[in-house]
């Protein structure tokens, strides 16, 4: 159906090759996001052991492999696993990498990363063991395969020369039989869609979209359909917010009067409130003579002497008493009780003999007589 395929490209990633010198785009789709192909010149290669290691703790063990060897603070890499638990792994350092794509004026709402080692070439079949030569968008990289694992990678921005071929050879370890001239290729190698790594994503860095092309059809109909159930919902919903608005405005109108009512009748409160409050403000504070009364009264009169009279405001009093056993929580219980006093308390002055007692004074007394 073509607008199946048309729907297809628009939601797949634009794919480019990075080469240390230009890019180049890639057949792919007309999406947001970004499928950037690191080219071999940008990455380093490293085999991976991980014959020991549980299958889903072998990422974690390339990673850390990655970051010991690696030149510089910010690898990335993609790995493709081959049977037994070997891997051959490239990486490349991401802050070079996003440098170059903005050099280039390269953007997109999301850059996923695969190495184009793992784009290119196929991998050796079962127990195989050969050397081969691949002509790459840019530069040669030479392979070593043995007994189906990848053992060596090695890049040259061209054809190796007579001595750089035989000293790869020695480094890898060649099968017997491989010849001792590099072979001569018919051209680049293409660059496939999808790593030709047996597992599904190869990429440590990069990227679930890879296998995804097989299934977008499918993921296209089913967008569809979620859209025309949003879309049916969306409508529903605003139906009934129409609905509920419409009741919301009859059931207001019943109600208007009755709390036309209840907010008047509020707002008077209100009023006589305030109006009370300044009233009680204009009620007279004790006067002395009234408090010297009170005082009189609260203190044994053949136990306790007044030595200091101090009111600092109108609403608290310090008292000094001279008394011969004194006994703070008694004078602090009898002055509680007193309609005149609150928050009493006592503080004893063991040298001079003397108790201090502070109490703030109570303002809802009746006025005094004149």
Known sequence: MPWLKRLQRRFSPR??????????????????ALACVVSRGLCLFLPV??????????RSLAALAIRRASPFPDPEFGVAWLPGGHGAAWYWS???????????HVQAR???????ALLVGTPAAGDESRVELLQLQEGFVARAWQQGRLVADRWWPQAPGPDEWPAFLRAAGPPTGAQPVPPTPTGPAPIAPRPWSARKRASGTLTGLSGLDSHLPRVAAGIGLLVVAIAAMQAGSMLRSGIDIWRARQ????????LKRILTARENADRDMAASRQLLALQPRRGTIALLA????????AEAQ?????QTTPETLEVTLVMSEPDPQKLVAAWEESPMFTNVSTALQPRSGEIVLRADISGDAAPVAP
């Open 49 to 58: 052991d991980a014959s020991k290691a549980p299958e889903k703790e072998r």
């Open 110 to 116: 999301r850059v996923d990363f695969v190495p184009e």
């Open 15 to 32: 794919r480019m090759l990075l080469g240390k010198e230009s890019s180049q785009p890639l057949e792919g789709g007309d999406g947001d």
């Open 251 to 258: 059931a207001a109108q019943d109600l208007d009067e009755p």
């Open 94 to 104: 991401r802050s070079r990498v996003m440098d170059l794509l903005a050099e280039r």
């Open 306 to 310: 007044v030595r200091q009279w101090n």
């Open 294 to 301: 009170e005082t009189a009264r609260l203190l044994p009169a």
